[in-house]
C-alpha cells in the first residue's frame, strides 16, 4: 500500500475505535467520548498496541502517516483553542483581574506543592528520577505536573456541561488560561533554558506591542475579511510562542483572547467550533496519544499513580477553596471550579513527555503521571454534573423563597 491509503487506514482506527467504544458500552456520564479518544490514543500508541503487534503497528503508524496525523492535530488544536480564546471576554478579564490571579494562584501553588511533597518521598526510593535529572528538577517538574490544567480537554467539558459561556464557565477559562502560561514558562526554568526564558519575556513584549496593531486593523475591516486575518494571527501568535519555548498552544488561545467575539457572526463562530470538534479534534487526541512511549514498571506504578492524584486533586481543591474564602464565594463554587479546573488530560501527558525525554523522569514516573492524568479527567464530568445540579436547585429555590 502507498502512504495515502496506510494513512486512511489510520484516519478509519482514529475515527471507528473509541466511537463504537463510547456508544456501544455508553460511556458518556463517566468517560465522554473526548476521555475515550484520549485513553484510545494512548492504547493504540507504542506502549500497547506497538508492544503487542510490533509489525502491524510499524506498518500503520509509520513515520510518514504519523507526521500527516501530527499536522493536522495541531491546525486542528489552534483552532479550537483560539475560539475558546475569543469566547474568553477581556474586558471581564482585566475588570475582575484581581479574583483571576488570586484564584489561579492558590489553583496552582497548593497542587505544586503537594505534588513537590510526593515527589521528594519518591526521591527516597530508586526507579523515579531519571538519569538526567537533579533532585530539584525532579521536585519541582512531578509538582507542576500535578499542577497542570488541560485547556483543551477543560474547554470541551465546560461545554458538554453547558456552561462555557455562562459566568462561571468563563470565570474557570481565566484562571485556567493565567495557570497555562505559568506553567510552561516554569519548564523552562526547570530544563535550565536561559535562551528560552529571554525568548519567552521578548515574546510576551512583542505580543503585547503586535496586539495594539492587530486590533485597530481588525476594528477597520469587514467581517469576511476579519477571519482570514484572524487565521494569519493565529499562525504568527501559535508560531512565536513555540519559538519563546511557551508551547504554541499558549500563543493560539492569548491569540483568541485579544479578539472581540462581537467581531464575528455568532452562529459562524459555533459552526466553526462544532466542526473542529467534530473533524480535527479527535485527530489531536489521538494523534497525541499514539505519541506516548511507557512502560507498566510493576504493581508499585499503581501506588505512585494513586499518591500523585492525590495530591494533584487534593492540592487543587483546597487552593481553589482557600481562594474560594479569601473572595467570598457562594457555597458549592469552589468545589465545582476545584473539580473542573484538576482536570489533566494532554497537556500533563506533553508535560510528562518532555521530562521523560531529556530523562528527569524514568519510565515509572511517566507511566504513573499517566495514570493520575486519565483518572483525574474521568472523574471529572460525574463528580461535577451532581454538583452543578444542586447549584442549580438551590437557586431556583432561593429564587422562589425571594
Known amino acids: ?70 499536522g493536522i492535530a495541531w491546525w486542528g488544536v489552534m483552532l479550537f483553542v483560539m475560539i475558546a480564546g475569543i469566547e474568553l471576554d477581556l474586558k471581564k478579564v482585566w475588570q475582575y483581574r484581581r479574583e483571576s490571579a488570586t484564584t489561579a494562584s492558590f489553583a496552582l501553588g497548593m497542587p505544586l506543592v503537594c505534588g513537590c511533597a510526593a515527589a521528594l518521598l519518591l526521591l527516597g526510593y530508586q526507579g523515579w528520577k531519571g538519569a538526567k535529572g537533579l533532585d530539584w528538577q525532579f521536585t519541582l517538574g512531578v509538582g507542576m505536573a500535578c499542577a497542570v490544567t488541560a485547556l483543551p480537554v477543560l474547554v470541551l467539558l465546560l461545554e458538554k456541561l453547558d456552561i462555557l459561556r455562562q459566568p462561571m464557565g468563563q470565570r474557570i477559562l481565566r484562571y485556567a488560561s493565567l495557570d497555562d502560561v505559568a506553567i510552561w514558562g516554569v519548564l523552562a526554568l526547570i530544563l535550565l533554558d536561559w535562551e528560552r526564558v529571554g525568548r519567552q519575556l521578548g515574546f510576551i513584549l512583542a505580543f503585547g506591542v503586535l496586539t495594539f496593531v492587530f486590533r485597530r486593523i481588525m476594528a477597520r475591516l469587514q467581517e469576511n475579511d476579519r477571519w482570514y486575518a484572524a487565521l494569519i494571527w493565529l499562525v504568527i501568535c501559535s508560531f512565536g510562542s513555540d519559538w519563546a519555548g511557551l508551547h504554541f498552544m499558549v500563543g493560539a488561545f492569548l491569540a483568541g483572547v485579544v479578539m472581540d467575539a462581537d467581531w464575528f457572526d455568532r452562529a459562524t463562530l459555533d459552526t466553526l467550533f462544532k466542526h473542529v470538534l467534530l473533524i480535527l479534534m479527535p485527530v489531536f487526541f489521538l494523534s497525541t496519544g499514539l505519541r506516548t512511549k511507557w512502560e507498566l514498571g510493576g504493581y508499585s506504578v499503581f501506588f505512585v499513580g494513586g499518591l500523585l492524584l492525590l495530591a494533584s486533586v487534593g492540592g487543587k481543591l483546597v487552593g481553589v477553596h482557600i481562594a474560594g474564602r479569601i473572595l467570598k464565594w457562594k457555597s458549592g463554587e469552589a468545589s465545582i471550579i476545584g473539580w473542573l479546573l484538576q482536570t489533566k488530560g494532554l497537556i500533563e501527558i506533553i508535560f510528562a513527555n518532555i521530562l521523560l525525554d531529556k530523562q528527569i523522569i524514568t519510565n515509572e514516573t511517566f507511566t504513573a503521571l499517566l495514570l493520575m492524568a486519565a483518572t483525574s479527567t474521568m472523574l471529572t464530568i460525574p463528580v461535577v454534573h451532581p454538583k452543578l445540579n444542586r447549584s442549580a436547585h438551590a437557586g431556583l429555590v432561593q429564587q422562589a423563597s425571594s
Open 1 to 70: 500500500m502507498n502512504t495515502t491509503e496506510i494513512f486512511l487506514i489510520a484516519m478509519l482506527l482514529i475515527f471507528t475505535v473509541p466511537y463504537l467504544v463510547w456508544r456501544i458500552f455508553k460511556t458518556d456520564y463517566y468517560a465522554p467520548l473526548v476521555i475515550i479518544q484520549i485513553i484510545g490514543g494512548i492504547l493504540l500508541g507504542p506502549g500497547v498496541l506497538g508492544a503487542a503487534f510490533p509489525e502491524y503497528h510499524k506498518f500503520v503508524f509509520a513515520p510518514d502517516v504519523v507526521k500527516a496525523l501530527n
